[in-house]
Structures are given as C-alpha cells and as structure tokens.
C-alpha cells in the first residue's frame, strides 16, 4: 500500500540537496478512515500523535486511529510557548514530567526527526522573601525526587542574563535553575510523533470531528464522525480545551472549566537570551526561538471561553512586567499574538483517567502547561489503553481524585497566574 | 475585552469585573450526608459548555454586588445580565446584549 518511508539522515539530505528537494516523500500518508480500529485516539496534537505512537511501538497495537477535527498541531501543541521543564513540587508530578524529560533527552533520534530539543536551562526568578521560601521548599523537594534543581543567586542571574533589570519594582532575590530544563519546536514534535507513527501504520485523519460516541451497556463501541462512524474497542481522548465537549456527548461531566490563553512573539533580532526566564510572581516569562523571535506568554483569562481569543488587557498585563525586567525590550515591536483554549483544573495536575464509559479514556486537563509533558504524557496513556489498568505514574491523576480529596496541588509550580 | 452590563451600574469595561464561574449552583442543605461522588461533584465538575453559559460575575471594582450573566463562550457575546434576585430572563440567540 504505502511505500516503505526512508529515514532522514546527512546522507538523504546530501542526495535531495542534489536534486533541489524535489525528492522527499511525504512525512505521512492521508489515510482514510477504515471501519473498524483496536484504539481511535481523537485528537491530533502532540500528546495524541504521541499515544499513538508508543501504542504502536512499545504496546503492539498498530491498528491505531488518529481522528483530527482539524490540521495536525493547530490546537495548542502549536499554539504554547514551547517550554520544558520538570521542576514540579509534588512527588506524583516529579514522576509524570521527569519522565517525559527523560524521553526528551532522546526523542529526536528516537524519532528520526529533529524535534530541536535544546537543554537551554531555565531559571524560576523569586522577586520576595515569600517567593524565595517557595522556591527553597520546591527546589529541595525537587532535588529529593533526583530531578536537578539549583539556587542561583541575583548576581549569578546577572551574570546569566547581564540585560536584566534586578533593581525593578519587585526586585529579583534569587532564582532556581533547572538546567535541563529548556524549549523544543513544538510543531516538529507533532511532525515527528505523526511520521513516526504513521511509519508503524498508524492512520492519520485530519479533517475529522467527533460528532458523538457509540455507547452499548456503558462500553464505547466507536466513534461518529463528520466523516462516517469509525469502531473502535478502546477510545482515548486527548483533545485538551474541548474535553468538556466530549465528555458531554459521552455522558458526564469532568472537574475542568476552559480558559483563554494568550502568548506572542516579537520581531526577530540577534541572540541575546540563551535561557529560558520565567517569573511567576509577576507572570512575565520569556525565551528565544532560533528564529530570533522572543517568545512571551501571556495569562490566562479569568473567564470561561472557547473563543481561542484573549482579552487585550491581559496584554498589558503581560508586557508590563517584561519592559520592568528587561527594559532592552521596550522599543521591540510584536509580531504575532495567538490565543489557545486551555482545560484547567483546580488543582493545576492533568487527569490521565478511566472514565463512566468502559474503555474509554480522558487524558486531559493539561491546562497551561501541557507541551513539556508530550511525550510522558503520551507513553503513560498509551500503556493504559493497552492493558487498561492505568499505568503506576499516571495512577494519581484519575478523575476520582476530586471525589476522594487526594488532590496534587501544583499551584505554585504552574507558572501562568489563573 | 468584554464591555458587560452591571445591573446597578450599566455597562462598564470588563476589568471592572471578576468572573466567578457557573451560576444558579446551590449549596447542599446537608453537607455532611453526602457521598464523596455527591461533595466532590457538587465543589469540582462543572458544565464547562460551548455555547450558552449561565454564570456569575462580580462587579469588584464598582458596586461590589453579584450577578448573573448569559454568555456564548463559542463567541463572548453576553445575551443578557441580571440580578441574583431576578428571574432567568428569556433571550434569543441572536439578541446581544450591547448599548444602543
């Protein structure tokens, strides 16, 4: 059917640099939808290309699905700011986005694809005494878990970032730095997880809206799409801000309400940040893109929408804070701004769950920080889905903890004020 | 932004308000026979629609008083804004609830 897909390599690229490019196969076929599958994951972003791809490829199910309501990557795998980070307070988040670091540190060749993962580090600056105690109870509980966690002091940032500007109005104390920590290309990531997937006969489906699910004696039994009812033995949904939507066609409700989410991106100019800064205390955070864009998020909007647009204040609101830190900025136009839909819990942690419908499975509630944990996220589901028992990271994160209280309250360590 | 109608003051810039989320919730009579399905669902799941959302607002740099709004979240446009004490008013989903 398919032809067997060659793997990139400086020997492809020297061959296809002979004959100007024309050469290269399609990174994925445009599969149609067969009748039935073994899993319909919907939801085309990262973290659903990659449960599909370590369904495929660890779990042996190959008889895969990825049904998209629209292009692969165009919800908020491309739409964050493209951050990686592990530095989570808690134990049970310690081991969810340590492990998927730890699958960073090696994606791209696992892939055979240039996510363009680049270990930059990333400092958490601490603008008060307060801040400076949170930082020191996170760093260490961090340092416990084994994950590496460091104090910087206001002149080692200095030295880090010589443009910033320490004397503001809420004066830089300290910071903590994570030196693994840093960014990837978000849109390479779903490429790769796609490519890499498809290679292993995953089909792809974009253009595909769940319109429902087919529900027998409280099993799912497929999907009904906008191109024809697919079956399916196991669902798993990964479609991030609309996870309410298909909830309610499946019957029940989640603890998620969807938020707006704003960044943008300035002009590009020459290297001048080669670290990831973020501060939480007064939302400012900011990185370059090997573009030479600096990259900006912006806050949430404090209500419910699904508009993908955010008010103009939180603009303000964001840059204010960085004109404050780094004043080099304040003549820099912006070039782009773009909003997402995040799906939010209270207690800031994602739900990787079994739900009310047998064999059909949630991963969602990633809220604004979703990106760094693609492929943990995605390899803890898919081990779920094979065997149905959730897989001993993803276990805490069940929809049930807001029933039991056992509640994983990252507040603190999220990053973008709610 | 929002330009939203408080029902004492009238329309002011969203700013001037804080969301408080889904509106017409009412607190158990009697908390302490709940199951924790009944507690957890009635402190943490909600609606969270695409479309009409009935929810709460409060007019925190104003009046300070609570109210209820109607809003698309598909869209942001606000159908209508009324008091706590007032009844759910009927609205069509074309009419918006924008100064004149």
New interface residues.
Partial sequence: MSVKPKPYSIFSLARNALNYHQGWQKAWRNAEPKRDYEVVIVGGGGHGLATAYYLAKECGIRDVAVVEKGWLGGGNTGRNTTIVRSNYLWDESAGLYEHAMKLWEGLSTDLNYNVMFSQRGLLHLAHSVHDMQEIGRRGNAIYLNGIDSEFVTSQQVKEMVPFINLDCRYPVHGALLQKRGGTARHDAVAWGYARAADNLGVDIIQNCEVTGFQVEDSTVKGVETTRGRIGAKKVGCVVAGHCSVLAEMAGFRLPIESFPLQALVSEPVKPIIDCVVMSGAIHAYISQSDKGELVIGAGSDAYLSYSQRGGFDIIEHTVGPIIELYPIFSRLKMLRQWGGVVDVTVDRSPLISKTPVKNLFFNCGWGTGGFKATPGSGHVFAHSIKTGDMHPIAEPFSINRFNTGALIDEGAAAAVAH | ??LIKCPWCGYRD??EF??Q?EAHIARPVNPHELS??Q???Y????????GV?Y?RWVHSHGCRRWFNVI?N????HIHATYRPDEPVPEFSDEETDQPA
Avoid: C, I
């Fill in positions: 932004m929002l969203q700013s804080s969301a989320g924790e399905e507690w957890g669902d402190l943490f799941f909600r609606k969270n629609p695409k959302h929810e809003r979240t598909a869209t942001d």
